[in-house]
């Protein structure tokens, strides 16, 4: 993929979560965002994966961990929602993190719990992206 296909991408993901915010609105469990969303984007023909379980590797030994994100979308992206009062940085980190150790190039950090969607949530890239070509 190139950096325009996944910045693309990454603008479908967050329309279908504004749709589904604007349907139900905040308040409910993070749970169901994610089955809401996860149902948006499979209907409409995207790879989506969840709750898929993070490997971690410490000294080439495999640590079970049991670290869970939420959606993989066409193996590219990393989604991570929320239904929380405040965004606290542990959970950028946590983000990145799975980022890194999935070697994915971008991922979105979507907060449900706000009257304006858009605004609480944010887009990370890493090194990974950065090595896509432009075009």
């Not at 910045?7 to 965002?33: D, F, N």
């Not at 379980?53 to 640590?63: A, K, L």
Request: with cysteine.
């Amino acid at each position: 993929m190139t950096k325009k296909e996944v910045t693309q991408l990454s603008y479908e993901i967050m329309g279908y979560a504004i749709k589904v915010h604007r349907e139900l609105g905040p308040g409910l469990l993070e749970s169901v965002y994610e089955k809401c969303l996860r149902y948006e984007l499979v209907n409409n023909g995207y790879k989506v994966e969840n709750q898929i379980i993070v490997p971690i590797t410490y000294c080439n030994m495999n640590i079970d961990a049991d670290l869970r994100l939420d959606l993989l979308v066409n193996d590219t992206i990393v989604v991570e929602l929320k239904s929380v009062e405040t965004l606290h940085p542990v959970y950028e980190a946590q983000l990145l993190t799975y980022m890194k150790l999935l070697q994915k190039p971008q991922g979105l950090l979507i907060n449900f719990f706000t009257d304006n969607i858009t605004k609480s949530s944010k887009p990370f890239v890493n090194e990974y992206f950065r090595q896509l070509s432009d075009e």
